[in-house]
């Protein structure tokens, strides 16, 4: 669940159907992944440690904009970095392993090694136990949307953008040679290949229950 249609939007705040699919799934026997970038996770974390005592549970956090500003303008109304690495070290704290997805990774904005450096930093100290990092795609009407955002907050980059996917809506893969070689040294660096568990940050703020919010 997530890697579509993210289940913790808006929308679950008011509704609550999560309690009852991660219940559903665990009584079945049903493993269950769950990919958000929503803090509303952490009112179910108690629900989903339970549901990993009965089957195969994995929880991964979507965070690929660590500048805020630029989260700011990106991804606007959605949980700032800061709210998202509070998220992992909730769901560490739960006793569940938390997986991130450093993606999409937008070319020439958020793709330097410093950026990525700082990021990756921040995901590790937060107890993350593991990443996986990949470009941006612009499939669909994705394209026409982001394309228009970039003219606007950042034109002097549209036509290298127009170059990197002039041929569909992925990164040619000299360009994806390129990140994975800058990150691959960061992965080592901070021990988030998959292959660690850290034991989870201890935190008292971590253990209190606080009251969810939607953004």
Not at 45 to 59: G, R
Not at 91 to 101: P, Q, S, T, Y
Not at 151 to 159: D, F, G, I, T, Y
């Amino acid at each position: 669940m997530g890697t579509n249609t993210d289940p913790y939007q808006r929308a679950e705040g008011r509704y609550a159907l999560m309690p009852g699919i991660i219940g559903a799934l665990a009584a079945s026997g049903t493993p269950l992944s769950i990919l958000t970038k929503g803090t509303l996770l952490r009112r179910d974390l108690p629900l989903i440690a339970e549901a990993a005592q009965q089957v195969p549970v994995s929880v991964a956090v979507s965070l690929a904009v660590g500048d805020p500003e630029l989260h700011r303008d990106v991804e606007s109304g959605t949980p700032t970095p800061q709210a998202r690495l509070a998220l992992i070290t909730a769901i560490r704290a739960a006793g569940l392993d938390c997986h991130v997805m450093v993606a999409p990774v937008l070319p020439q904005l958020t793709d330097s090694g410093e950026h990525l450096d700082q990021l990756l930093g921040q995901i590790a100290a937060a107890g993350a136990t593991g990443v996986t990092v990949f470009g941006l795609h612009l499939r669909g009407s994705t394209r026409g949307w982001f394309m228009c955002w970039l003219a606007r907050a950042h034109p002097e980059l549209v036509s290298r953008y127009r170059e990197l996917y002039r041929r569909g809506p992925y990164l040619p893969p000299s360009y994806r040679e390129m990140l994975r070689e800058r990150v691959a040294p960061l992965i080592a660096k901070y021990r988030l290949a998959g292959d660690h568990r850290p034991a989870p940050p201890e935190t008292e703020a971590a253990l209190v229950p606080v009251q969810a919010t939607l953004f």
